[in-house]
């Protein structure tokens, strides 16, 4: 104890917390929702709790995700059955370095994302943008090949950049490029103040940004190697904020801290590499749902924060009546694999990303009942840079790993439509189901709100029948917030992003 007082010590002097400003500290980027050190908004596919911070967007989700309300756009109309969108943009905001934010830099961004060099991980949501005009500063008019009515989800994820700056490196070079971590510029309530590795990053209040100057004068995110050193520094008060698993939140006691909590929106799931001739037969499929007691996991292992899901959509309006539920009936799953032809000699390795304790009680209860009905499996835990880089490839047989969605299904499109499997984009378990990719077609073409709730509701029932993933549960998920915090707005979401939190209005006491 006495170390680490010294250690907070330090680091509040470093930073400067003793004289009179104002100052939010946090682990920000800790949990699933994070993306530690990781400053690139297009490639990054988690971390906008921090990176909204900086850049802002289009448009955003507000914090029920119920409604899309103007960012940098203060407006816009849709016509032409839904293949033009204009966009009129908020007047007089100013980049952090002083200058005019204009049209040309959303155009810019789109196009940016559109360029395989950048790496982008929005290309997939904006490739049938045709053209960009910008008659003036204030308008950006997007022209589309095809209607896509999840354009404006798609926007609440996609920050815009500075085309000055930026405009000046090669997209490739981007990837990887410095600026990210000394000199980014954005529109965002705070600005860039300075990075010191694997320790903190330090931003400062936005004085001229558009929604009004922050209530306090700096954000601080912490990084912390371990979930265990974040919530004991949120319980000694050294921080303000941290993710919290079901575990953590049980540990507290008294007022000090408040547990945040809601869905997750996301999806947990057993994932196949779908290319693997191990699980060609959708019966072996069929067979693991069937093998493991989803409802005790859910019950004992996540003490009831837990819902069965028999697809990977998280918004019930879309999730049809009638769909398998796969009941847990171990003697169906022998018969299954038995018909399959399934050698229970074979030992298939599970990928997973997720370090966390709950996790991996959770994966372990799984491998003893799936040996249960003679399918062995043994867990393999790595970093979110090792397993991107695995299943980009075919080096895999099966993960255990969680798909963000949200309000619209769409955003399940470039990871389970066949023209984004790697290393054209992100269906990792390499999807390739025509019909579902006509399913996803016409939910992006289809203006009328029952015609896309039928194609979403039809996707649901074909992924249920023939399980390219064997979809487990959608889970709650926890965060932990000082006392001394006012206003302060945070709730679970994929990547932690897309909705306004009104991070200008942060107050401490």
């Not at 004289?19 to 596919?45: E, H, M, R, S, Y």
């Not at 490739?127 to 005009?133: K, L, R």
């Not at 309000?407 to 999807?431: A, C, E, Q």
Request: net charge positive; hydrophobic share 40%; glycine share 8%.
């Amino acid at each position: 104890m006495f170390r680490r007082t010294l250690v907070s010590l330090a680091l509040a002097l470093t930073l400067g917390t003793a004289g009179a400003d104002k100052v939010i500290t946090g682990a920000f980027d800790q949990g699933p929702g994070g993306a530690a050190q990781q400053f690139n908004p297009l490639t990054n596919t988690a971390g906008f709790t921090w990176l909204n911070k900086i850049y802002s967007t289009l448009v955003l989700y507000d914090v029920g995700f119920k409604k899309v309300s103007g960012d940098l756009a203060s407006s816009w109309v849709i016509a032409d059955g839904g293949k033009k969108y204009t966009f009129i943009l908020r007047d007089g905001v100013k980049w952090h370095d002083g200058s005019a934010f204009t049209s040309k830099d959303v155009k810019f961004s789109i196009e940016l994302a559109n360029n395989p060099d950048s790496g982008s991980a929005f290309a997939a949501k904006f490739g049938n943008i045709t053209t960009i005009q910008t008659p003036n500063a204030r308008t950006v008019v997007l022209t589309l090949s095809k209607p896509n009515a999840a354009l404006l989800d798609a926007l609440t994820n996609f920050m815009i950049l500075p085309a000055a700056p930026l405009s000046k490196i090669p997209a490739r070079d981007l990837r990887t490029s410095a600026w990210w971590r000394t000199s980014p510029v954005g529109t965002g309530p705070f600005r860039w103040g300075r990075l010191v590795p694997d320790q903190y990053n330090e931003l400062t209040a936005n004085s001229t940004y558009f929604r009004g100057r922050p209530k306090v004068d700096r954000l601080v995110n912490r990084y912390f190697k371990e979930q265990a050193a974040a919530v004991l520094a949120l319980k000694s008060g050294d921080i303000d904020f941290t993710y919290l698993t079901l575990d953590d939140t049980r540990s507290f006691t008294g007022s000090a801290v408040t547990i945040l909590s809601g869905p997750s929106q996301v999806a947990n799931y057993l994932g196949f590499n779908n290319a693997d001739p191990l699980f060609k037969d959708v019966r072996v499929r069929q067979a693991l749902l069937h093998a493991i007691d989803r409802a005790t996991i859910v019950k004992q292992l996540y003490g009831g924060g837990a819902e069965l899901a028999n697809c990977p959509v998280t918004n019930a309006r879309y999730v049809p009546k009638g769909v398998n539920t796969y009941a847990y009936d171990p003697t169906k799953a022998r018969q299954l694999l038995q018909a399959a032809g399934w050698n229970g000699n074979q030992n298939v390795e599970v990928m997973t990303y997720y370090s966390d304790q709950l996790s991996k009680d959770v994966l372990v209860t799984i491998q003893q009942m799936l040996a249960q009905v003679g399918f062995r499996i043994t867990p393999r835990f790595v970093d979110v840079p090792t397993y991107n880089q695995t299943t980009a490839g075919s080096g895999f047989s099966m993960v255990y790993a969680g798909i963000g969605n949200g309000p619209d299904p769409d955003t399940l499109y470039p990871s389970l439509h066949s023209d984004f499997i790697p290393p054209n984009g992100v269906n990792r378990m390499k999807v390739s189901v025509p019909a579902l990719n006509r399913l996803f077609e016409q939910g992006q073409e289809s203006a009328a709100p029952a015609a896309r709730t039928k194609a979403y509701q039809t996707m649901c029932t074909l992924v249920n029948q023939q399980l390219p993933w064997d979809v487990l549960w959608t889970a709650k998920r926890f965060g932990g917030a000082s006392s001394r915090l006012v206003n302060f707005v945070w709730t679970p979401a994929p990547g932690g992003g897309r909705y306004n939190d009104q991070a200008q209005l942060w107050d401490i006491k």
